[in-house]
């Protein structure tokens, strides 16, 4: 009975220690293999950034391609891998230092052998050819069979097919396609550094293929802006133009981008700003630093691809609210070349602040857009707030405009700005406006406002005299509160036209008060604000698709530009 017993508790024991053993190696073994695959992860992104880091081509590595894509070295079908956001190439993980070796990427400038050249052959890039591209030799559609087949140039975007790829189309001189005027060619700016070398700077007499209305594009993207759409379109941007084009302003400052329009003739540059008012105004400024410079005729005309939350510039000139993907990249480049230009007038907005002794420096900011004291300046100030806290909750345009409305909620119920009328004084053209009742003071520049509102024409249901952003006038109104605010956007109100003026004065008398200068607010207190002219930029205007309320403003567009040619 006893050795049955022990036997028995030693089994017991042993069974004990069994499952111990088991649930431990259960526990373990997923942590253990979820580690080392994580080490092994981490291991090959250091190696993939080695190789990205070394390689002449602009790596960037994907988990998921949008479309069919297969290697470029081995042919093989790929889901994920790594392709070049200047030529195009698509190769697998494994294949990256084959493809470093094998494939050339586009040159931005061409290797100088001491010859002047004029023109350059077709950059040949096999397979992985855009959807519904036609053969330039047979018409016929490429790229429809399952594997690494047909040709496309990396800079007129042709493609051919592998049968119809002939010797003579290796060494044809390539023509850069559709946006030949747009293009830098390498060829160009090797001849300008070797001019810059021999101390020579008539750089007008270098045209490429002796074009009369090359009008060369810099692109200019902030990353940051809005719904983060500016690491996307600087690579389609790259495929299309050369990459010495296009700039991400997360990384190089509008000044210096700038610099790149003194190598190019004369008022024949166009700059594209991928980004919001904010962005816009960074770049206005950089361009004014350019006069200062005495680099007057090298000033470029600027164009506006949307991306940030209010985009009432933007709209003004009439490239639309927003953007998000809906409208190609090509379609954007056709755009620019067909825009037409006209002037924007930039103001000067000085505060200064009372008491003190005068020892304190006044601030100064530059306006394009508008000026405003009260609830839409205390909703940008909440909003700025809230974002300084949490950024990576506002990467969506939709989310930012939710974050207004609830502040803009929030202000009808408490009404931190009422009575404003007895805090401030108005001053047009040196003229004192008795205010009636007020919880709010915009002073505008443009005819949208507040996310797409033409805020001076209001319902258009009564006679006010017109406004532009080019007359070196402000027009100046005022707001009942948010609530009223919200009536005007849906065109249930009219504002409180106050008047237009060429120099607006606003005296602070007392208490702290929210303001904007361009959506960009904070809390001021008592001081004087005046608003004068500064100068003027040269932009252009998209003469596209109008809605309703921009029909309104058609003659006044026509009479901008109409009064720019003839300054030109």
Known sequence: MEGTESRSGTSSVVADWSLV????CSVLLPVLITLWCSFQRSRRRVLIQDIFRKSKHDWHYTDLFGQ???????????????FCNCCGLRVSEGCLKKADQ????????????????????????????????????????C?????????????CQCTVHDECMMECLKTEECTFGEFRDLIIPPYYLSTINQMRKEKRSN??????????????????????SGNNMGETLLGEFKILLNPVQVFDLSKIAPAKALQLCTLLPCNAVRVLVCGGDGTVGWVLDAIDEMKIKGQERYIPQVAILPLGTGNDLSNTLGWGAGYAGEVPVEQILRNVMEADGVRLDR???????????????????????????????????NFHAHREKTPSLFSSRIINKAVYFFYGTKDCLVQECKDLNKKVELELDGERIELPNLEGIIVLNIGYWGGGCR????????????????????????????????????????????????????????????????????????????????????ML????????????????????????????
């Open 102 to 141: 094998l494939f050339l990427c586009k040159e931005i400038m061409m290797r100088s052998n001491g010859e002047a050249h004029s023109s350059m052959p077709h950059h040949w890039i096999r397979g992985n050819v855009p959807l519904c591209s036609c053969c330039m030799i047979c018409k016929q559609q």
């Open 455 to 538: 805020l001076w024409e209001g319902m258009g249901d009564e006679p006010y005299p017109l406004a532009r952003h080019d007359d070196g006038l402000l027009e100046v109104v005022g707001v009942h509160g948010s609530f009223h605010c919200a009536q005007i956007q849906v065109k249930l109100a009219n504002p409180v036209r106050l008047g237009q003026a060429h120099t607006v004065r606003l005296i602070l008398k007392s208490s702290k008060m929210p303001m904007q200068v361009d959506g960009e607010p904070w809390a001021q207190g008592p001081c004087t604000v005046t608003i004068t002219h500064k100068t003027h930029a040269l």
């Open 347 to 381: 103001w000067k907005v000085q505060v200064t602040n009372k008491g003190y002794y005068n020892l304190r420096k006044p601030k100064v900011f530059t306006m394009n857009n508008y000026f405003s004291i009260g609830p839409d300046a205390l909703m940008a100030l």
């Open 21 to 24: 053993f088991w649930t431990l």
């Open 541 to 568: 205007y998209h003469s596209g698709e109008q809605t309703d309320d921009d029909a309104s403003s058609v003659s006044e567009q026509d009479h901008a530009r109409e009064q720019t040619d003839e300054d030109v």
């Open 68 to 82: 069919p894509s297969y290697c470029c070295v081995c042919t093989q079908h790929i889901l994920q891998g790594a």
């Open 143 to 155: 790229g429809t069979q399952p594997k690494l087949c047909d040709y496309r140039c990396a800079w």
């Open 203 to 224: 750089y007008e007499k270098v045209l490429p293929f002796c074009r009369k209305h090359w009008m060369p594009v810099i692109i200019l993207a902030n990353t940051r």
